[in-house]
């Protein structure tokens, strides 16, 4: 008949709870892109300022994937980030209170970023779904 059914509208504050092993390994894939990134970077770019690639990462695994890659793309920059970027390299220890405080705040950031993503994807689906209903009434 023509008709086509609406996209659903999403509760507030509902969270997807399944997710895609594809999103999972995107996240450690864009992880590992910014490791890449922050090596060619690293003799440019003071050490702290390296950390906002991985909360990029977190924030396009929190918009594209959802609440658990953006988790393990957290998890996986607060690694990769003590690993290869502090000093000493190539080991998870933390020497300098500086980094101490540059990984923690790369952690509580990455976090915060998450959360806004994921509401703001909300927001676009529910405002999409608004708008395919008015636009068909």
């Given at each position: 008949?023509?008709l086509q059914k609406a996209p659903p509208v999403k509760r507030r504050g509902h969270v997807r709870k399944t997710w895609s092993p594809g999103w999972m390994l995107g996240a ?110």
């Amino acid at each position: 008949n023509g008709l086509q059914k609406a996209p659903p509208v999403k509760r507030r504050g509902h969270v997807r709870k399944t997710w895609s092993p594809g999103w999972m390994l995107g996240a450690l894939a864009l992880t590992a892109g910014a490791v890449g990134l922050g090596m060619a970077l690293d003799a440019f770019l003071p050490l702290s300022n390296l950390s906002f690639l991985f909360v990029a990462v977190v924030a396009l695994s929190a918009y594209f994937g959802g609440l658990w890659p953006s988790l393990l793309a957290t998890l996986a920059g607060f690694l990769a980030y003590s690993f290869f970027f502090t000093h000493p390299r190539y080991t998870l220890s933390i020497n300098s209170q500086e980094d101490t405080w540059t990984v923690a705040f790369l952690v509580v950031v990455s976090v915060a970023v998450s959360n806004v993503a994921l509401r703001l994807k909300r927001q676009v689906s529910t405002v999409q779904a608004y708008a395919w209903r008015t636009e068909n009434l």
